[in-house]
């Protein structure tokens, strides 16, 4: 059962365009949400994250939004560049697994920013 | 620089032969864990670590073990590998979640 789904499995956007991910999850017990970016033959990095007190977070030309009605965040990218072409994953936690910090990933979107 | 290192980066083996895949870090966390990550499915946690000497499966333990001797080791074990355990791994650290977690480089592992 995937509690964190990434509907699509790749997303191609021009250079200085607006990029946007979308993440559902189904898990009421998800507080606290977390976008990576992933290059080939690289580990996950954290990009950035957002608690479900908030509904936006923004660091410089990444903001998450957060509809908890909807169970859905969205990453935007603006503007995207060249460098910004990776693998996304939306991952979640619950402040109930008993001190696990899982970290529940969706599938992932590969962006690809077309020059 | 901060880091969470893995070692084999690839790995080939066959079917039933032992092996380790090490995972270190250098930022004194106290969480480790390790992921499998397969296409369709994302990552997935294996195992993890609280701290030293405390561990405990995560959704997809079957097949591995794991150990923590020190803070900063966090040795993935397959005692008897098989085809279905071929896949990405990455072993991760964490100083509490919102402090984010980091990731090693992943390793490659096929099982024939």
């Known amino acids: 059962d995937q509690q964190v789904k990434q509907n699509s499995p790749s997303l191609s956007v021009q250079e200085g365009r607006i990029s946007i991910l979308n993440c559902d999850y189904t898990?009421?017990?998800?507080?606290?949400f977390l976008w990576y970016k992933k290059y080939p033959a690289e580990g996950p990095t954290f990009l950035i994250s957002?608690?479900?007190?908030?509904d936006k977070n923004e660091d410089g030309r990444f903001t998450v939004f957060l509809n908890k009605s909807a169970k859905h965040l969205s990453l935007h990218i603006v503007p995207s560049q060249p460098g910004d072409s990776a693998v996304y994953f939306c991952?979640?936690?619950?402040?109930?697994?008993?001190?696990?910090?899982?970290?529940?990933f969706g599938t992932g979107t590969r962006l690809t920013i077309i020059p | 620089e901060a880091q969470v290192t893995q070692n084999p980066r690839y790995l080939i083996t066959v079917t039933g032969k032992k092996l380790t895949v090490t995972c270190s870090q250098n930022?004194?966390?106290?969480?480790m864990s390790w992921y499998r990550q397969d296409p369709g499915l994302g990552l997935r946690q294996i195992y993890y670590?609280?701290?030293?000497?405390?561990?405990d499966k995560g959704d997809v333990p079957e097949g591995y073990k794991v150990s923590r001797k020190e803070k900063r080791n966090f040795p993935l074990i397959l005692e008897s590998p098989s085809p279905n355990q071929t896949s990405l791994y990455f072993c991760?650290?964490?100083?509490?979640?919102?402090?984010?977690?980091?990731f090693g480089q992943g390793t490659r592992l096929t099982v024939v």
């Open positions: 991760a650290s964490s100083l509490g979640v919102g402090r984010g977690t980091f």
């Open positions: 898990n009421s017990m998800f507080d606290y």
């Open positions: 957002i608690s479900s007190i908030k």
């Open positions: 991952a979640a936690t619950s402040p109930f697994n008993f001190g696990n910090e899982k970290l529940t």
């Open positions: 930022m004194n966390h106290e969480y």
């Open positions: 670590s609280m701290n030293v000497e405390v561990t």
